[in-house]
Every structure is written in structure tokens, then in C-alpha cells.
């Protein structure tokens, strides 16, 4: 979560999301109404570009006026927007529509372009509040460049929910939920990192000192008790053999038990206070769980051709174990791309498409629809894994972050990381393994640990991977070496392939 500017008085958001969830405890406070973007908006396809800005019944109101309809409630409308309409048009230049486009149907739209609408439509309410919820899922280049412009230019406070680096990076104050709390700190995304892992690392070498003093205690503790053993021993002979009045032996032995008690429990006091400061300082270290998989040798030899793709004028060829990215505007035809790839769709003549030259292929599709939802995720791995019995089974799963009780529940019962999870468990456990995995916007709704933990993962894999992804920082970690650009209309750009595959 980052925020673009400070709010306009002290307090958190009310209404999260315009009253779309209420708190379990506590209180939420916000001064104002609040504007808000859905991760997944439901559209109505025949609704107007003015209807998905917000502002059709002002607009309508505005032309009643116009026409000489002088009703008292076209007024009460309208409001203070007399200019609203001009405001509208040159928002919509902004994002690269025309003024003309107020009365175009929303089922025209793309995803992205229907996004962007949104968007302005908020920036032209001017709540004091708004809250985007993953704006650039599912947006292009060019129109998160748009959204990156509208963004910085808001006129008001800003909450983005969001696990896109490059957008983080635009915020004033960054804000993280972890383990039930919300803590804001000022700047932006890759400043909170730098702040967050030298606070790690202070915090480790603090629960290493406690644990240091500890041991220091402890080993003080046994060689005081060691000291008093060996007086009391010599009290003992002392009192026995050494012709020492009776009375006189019982006052220094009585002195001598409360001296090593009060030096017991000064001991001991002194442990428990180690004990107590190193689970402290323990505490305050955050425990991040990493994937290290050991994954099996797809048998992808560094000249071994994989698949190629093409438009009839140029040919790209995956070959070895290559990263090859495959991207594009929004309607550009890559997700159908994978698809005549995989054969799943029948090719197109002028479009994109491609030849396998192996069956050993791994696809994970943007819905994730692959899984069994009725079954767990044992199963889900099981029905790919071959002869491997069920403990190395959920040994996989558990290098994953799978464990538990999740690892014996339905799929339809898991969270949206969680079933992502086991949908590349069965990529990369296949028996045999695949030599070509094929993603389709993988990093979609994952937050951005999940997105490091898949880059992790990948990187142990030493097959070739073809991905469609608008996530260029995704790209850049996970190493692509070629990059396929498609162009508005569906073929390869002429710069988009390496020399030796034109």
C-alpha cells in the first residue's frame, strides 16, 4: 500500500472503499467522501464512456440546460460543474480518447482502456480520498505510462494498493500491513526496502548479541554454581575434621547457605533476564520464508531448439534454456499467441503463432483454471508427479511455503497465492519435467513477495520459459534474454527479434 500525498487531517481511512469493508475492531476516520477503483471492476457493456467516468447525469443535465429545459433539478445536478464537460474532454485527451468518445459504448473498451476510464472519472470527482485498488493489472505499457501521468497529478490523497515496483516508486509514503499492523513510513517504495532491511538487519545482529549474553550468563551461572559446590564441600569437611565448635560450624554454615542462595538467585535472576531480552529481540526479526528447490534436469541442451514463433514475415526461435518474454499492447493477440503455440486456439493467417518441437511443456494460464477444485493440492501434484510417493510429495509442496492443513483442502478453498503456488508445483515437478514452461501474466494478483518467491523458483529451472508479463521489473529479475514485441497489430515488431532469428 503506498500513499501519493499526506491526507488533509491526521486519521485512517473511513468507509475503506466507500463502505465496502467495515473493521472487525477499532475505528476508521477519514474527513470527506472517498473515491474508489476495484481490483476487478464489473462493467456494463452497454453502458457510455460517461456513464463509467461518473458523470453522465451532470452531462445530461448540462445539455437539458443547453436545450432550453430550465428545471430547478438539472441545476441542483449540476452543481458547481458547469465546466465539467470540458473538463471531461480534456481528461479523456489526456488518456488518448476524444471528446466525441462521451457517448462511446464501455463494451468497445479494453480492459486497460476501461481501467484508465475509471480512473479519470475518480480524478475528476476530486474526492479528498481516493483508493485504487491494483490499477495495472492487466495494463500495458502505454497505458500505464497514461495512469503513471494521471497519478502524478492527482489533486488529493492517494492510497494505491499495489505490488507494481515501478508505481510504488511514484508515492510520497509507503504503507505495509505485516503481522496484523499498519505502519507508514516516508517515501517511496525501494526507500521503505532500504529502511526495512537495515531495521533486519539491526534486529539480527541485536537477537545475535541477546543470544551471546545469554550463553555468557548461563556459562556464569554454572561456574558460580561450581564455586559454591566446591565451598560447600570444604565447609563440610571443614565442620567434620577441623575441631571447630559445633556451634560455631552451624553460624558459618548457616551464613554460608543464605550467602549461596542470594548468589543463586542473582544467578538465576541475572538467566531469566537474558532469556527475556533474547525472545525480544528475536521477536523484532522478521521471519521471511524463502524457496530453495532442487528441481529435476528438464534435458534442455544450450543448441536443443525448443519452439519458434512467427508471423509469416519474421521468426523468432527459442532454443536452450533462453527467458523469452513475449509483449504488447492490450488486444495485441499474445495470450492467443500462447494458445496457437500450445495448440489450443487454430492459427490465424497475418497473426502470431508457433511450432513446438517438443511435448514436454508447461503451461500456467492467467486464470489459473487449470487446477482440479474439487481436490487438495496433494492430489492436484500428484496427478502429474509420476510414481513419487505422497511424503516427497508434500516435501515439494512444503519447499513452496505448502504446508499443513492447506496441503489436504480443496484448491477452491485456498487463497489466490496459495493456488498459484500449486499450480507451479505442478510446472515444475511434472514427471517427466517440462523442457518449456509458458506463463501467462504470472505476477497478476500476486503480492510482491510471492512475485520474488516465483523469480526464486524459476531461477533453479534450467528449461526454457515463455512469458507474457506487463511487469517489467518481474522481467528484469528473472533474466529474459530475448524479447518479443508485438505491435497494435497483433504481428512482431521488425526491432523485436535478435538479428540471427530474423
Known amino acids: ?25 477499532g475505528r ?80 468497445q473498451l479494453s480492459g486497460g482502456e476501461a481501467v484508465l476510464v475509471a480512473v479519470t472519472g475518480l480524478r475528476l470527482r476530486r474526492t479528498p480520498v481516493t483508493v485504487l485498488d491494483e490499477p495495472t493489472n492487466n495494463l500495458d505499457r502505454a497505458a500505464r505510462s497514461d495512469l503513471a501521468t494521471l497519478i502524478d497529478t492527482w489533486p488529493g490523497t492517494l492510497v494505491v494498493v499495489s505490488h507494481d515496483r515501478a508505481l510504488l516508486e511514484r508515492m510520497d509514503h509507503t504503507a505495509e500491513l505485516h503481522a496484523e499492523r499498519l505502519e507508514l513510513f516516508g517515501g517511496p517504495y525501494s526507500a521503505w526496502r532500504q529502511h526495512l532491511d537495515q531495521r533486519q538487519a539491526a534486529a539480527e545482529q541485536a537477537a ?36 571447630i565448635p559445633r556451634i560455631v560450624a552451624g553460624n558459618r554454615a548457616g551464613r554460608a547457605q543464605n550467602t549461596a542462595a542470594a548468589l543463586r538467585g542473582t544467578q538465576e535472576a541475572k538467566v531469566r533476564a537474558a532469556e527475556r531480552a533474547r525472545a525480544a529481540a528475536a521477536a523484532r526479526v522478521r521471519r521471511e520464508e524463502r524457496i530453495h528447490l532442487e528441481l529435476p534436469d528438464p534435458d534442455v541442451p544450450a543448441g536443443r531448439r525448443i519452439a519458434e514463433i512467427g508471423d509469416g514475415a519474421t521468426t ?70 509420476g510414481s513419487l510417493p505422497p511424503a516427497a510429495l508434500r516435501n515439494q509442496l512444503a519447499r513452496l511455503l505448502l504446508r499443513g492443513a492447506a496441503v489436504d483442502r480443496p484448491v477452491s478453498t485456498l ?31 500476486l503480492d510482491i513477495a510471492s512475485v520474488e518467491q516465483l523469480v526464486a523458483a524459476l531461477s533453479g529451472y534450467r528449461g526454457a520459459v515463455l512469458v507474457v508479463s506487463h511487469d517489467e521489473q518481474f522481467l528484469a529479475d528473472l533474466g529474459v534474454d530475448t524479447v518479443i514485441a508485438l505491435d497494435a497489430g497483433g504481428r512482431i515488431a521488425p526491432d523485436a527479434a535478435p538479428p540471427a532469428n530474423r
Open 208 to 243: 545475535r548479541t541477546a543470544a551471546q549474553v545469554l550463553k555468557a550468563e548461563q556459562r556464569q551461572r554454572i561456574e558460580a554454581e561450581t564455586k559454591l559446590a566446591r565451598r560447600e564441600r570444604t565447609a563440610r569437611a571443614t565442620q567434620q575434621h577441623g575441631g
Open 1 to 25: 500500500m503506498a500513499v501519493r500525498q499526506q491526507a488533509p487531517r491526521p486519521g485512517a481511512l473511513s468507509r475503506w472503499g466507500r463502505g465496502h469493508l467495515a473493521p472487525t475492531t
Open 415 to 445: 487463497s489466490g497465492g496459495e493456488r498459484f503456488r500449486v499450480s507451479l508445483a505442478r510446472l515444475l515437478f511434472a514427471d517427466p519435467p517440462a523442457q518449456l514452461l509458458v506463463l501467462d501474466e504470472p505476477t497478476n494478483n
Open 28 to 107: 476508521i476516520d477519514v474527513a470527506g467522501p472517498v473515491g474508489y477503483l476495484p481490483q476487478t471492476l464489473t462493467l456494463d457493456t452497454d453502458a457510455t464512456i460517461a456513464d463509467l467516468l461518473g458523470i453522465a447525469d451532470t452531462l445530461a443535465a448540462l445539455r437539458a440546460i443547453e436545450s432550453g429545459d430550465a428545471d430547478e433539478r438539472h441545476f441542483d445536478t449540476i452543481g458547481e460543474d458547469w465546466d465539467l464537460e470540458a473538463r471531461a474532454a480534456q481528461a479523456l485527451h489526456e488518456i488518448g480518447f476524444a471528446a466525441a468518445d462521451l457517448d462511446r459504448r464501455v463494451g
Open 316 to 385: 523468432v526461435v527459442i532454443q536452450g534454456p533462453e527467458r523469452v518474454a513475449l509483449v504488447g499492447p492490450n488486444g495485441a493477440g499474445k495470450s492467443t499467441a500462447l494458445e496457437t503455440l500450445l495448440g489450443r486456439r487454430a492459427a490465424t493467417a497475418g497473426r502470431v503463432g508457433g511450432t513446438l518441437f517438443t511435448d514436454r511443456v508447461g503451461y500456467l494460464p492467467q486464470r489459473l483454471d487449470n487446477l482440479d477444485e474439487r481436490t487438495s493440492a496433494l492430489e492436484n501434484l500428484r496427478t502429474v508427479a
